[in-house]
């Protein structure tokens, strides 16, 4: 006990030193403590598997998720007919992933109902702004319908089902789903370009095509894509391809896919058929141009007496 008490008056003797020693011996203990606090807090080595909740019922999901000490939170609900109301249809993280204790796991259920929202007046105005209106407002383009008027592309009236929507009407739809749009063309303006929508979600696709007043025929989805995934894919074949005319109201059909692989090759095999296809109008635009300034020319010399005469 003297040479330890020795040492230490020793050591005391040099305050700097002591001080900093002190200081250092603190802080590592420091440390020590909050490491181990940490590893307790945390349960750092216990780790819990996450339960597949797909397809069970909220109550039951709950149930299950205090079992095994997890959260559950709603982050979002759709509509699905095919399931009862408050079913549990997807969740992050997956069944059979391992987390720690305490984890939120995020789940999407079933709606009872389908959301009601009011449908806006979208008639006179022309076909982008009812468009983006009816986007904002949670709803869609049934169908395009052109009729002959001075005003191309201008909406003219529109109807849910059977019942037109005038400026007085107040009417509720179903979220996500369409409004028939009855749109004006000018004789000798029924003609479009088919936009390119390879690579395009199908939500993207169909804005683009509406836009250029064109209607969404068949779509088809590859092996492997469900109600739940179907965001996640994309435009890999349109038909009309890209480029070439369509009389407005025509219907393009889509294919989408979940293989990026296919969607890039598809993509860039679309982009030099619709380069080809754009030349191949540019040439057939310029023909009737030229044919009607050579007619034009050739009246003038028939017409012209001459300088001298």
Do not use: C
Not at 130 to 144: D, P, R, S, T
Not at 286 to 303: F, L
Request: hydrophobic share 40%; no cysteine.
């Amino acid at each position: 006990m003297k040479k330890k008490s020795s040492r230490l008056d020793r050591l005391r003797s040099y305050p700097l030193v002591y001080n900093l020693l002190l200081i250092a011996a603190i802080i590592i203990g420091l440390a020590v403590v909050a490491h181990v606090v940490m590893q307790i807090g945390t349960r750092h080595h216990a780790r819990r598997t996450v339960p597949d909740f797909s397809g069970v019922a909220l109550r039951d999901a709950q149930r299950l998720a205090r079992e095994n000490d997890l959260k559950l939170q709603i982050n979002d609900s759709l509509f699905v007919p095919a399931y009862q109301g408050g079913i549990v249809l997807e969740q992050l993280p997956r069944g059979g992933v391992e987390v720690k204790p305490g984890r939120t796991v995020y789940i999407t259920i079933n709606s009872f109902r389908q959301k009601m929202v009011p449908v806006p007046y979208v008639a006179h105005r022309s076909l982008r702004q009812a468009k983006n209106m009816l986007e904002i407002a949670g709803l869609e383009i049934a169908e395009l319908v052109y009729r002959s008027d001075m005003a191309t592309n201008y909406v003219l009236d529109q109807y849910v089902g059977d019942r037109q929507i005038t400026p007085s009407t107040r009417i509720e739809a179903e979220m996500g789903s369409g409004v028939k749009l009855y749109v004006g063309v000018q004789p000798g303006h029924g003609t479009t370009v088919v936009p390119q929508v390879i690579g395009l979600s199908l939500k993207e696709a169909k804005s683009r095509l509406w836009e250029s007043g064109l209607n969404i025929g068949k779509v088809a989805f590859d092996s492997g894509i469900d109600l739940f995934n179907q965001k996640e894919a994309f435009v890999y074949m349109q038909s009309p391809a890209a480029e070439r005319r369509a009389v407005l109201g025509a219907k393009v059909d889509l294919q989408l896919t979940l293989d990026t692989k296919k969607i890039a090759a598809r993509r860039t095999e679309a982009e030099k058929l619709a380069e080809e296809a754009f030349r191949e109008r540019q040439l057939q635009e310029q023909e009737p141009a030229a044919s009607d300034s050579s007619s034009s020319a050739h009246a003038a010399e028939d017409n012209d007496p001459g300088f001298f005469d």
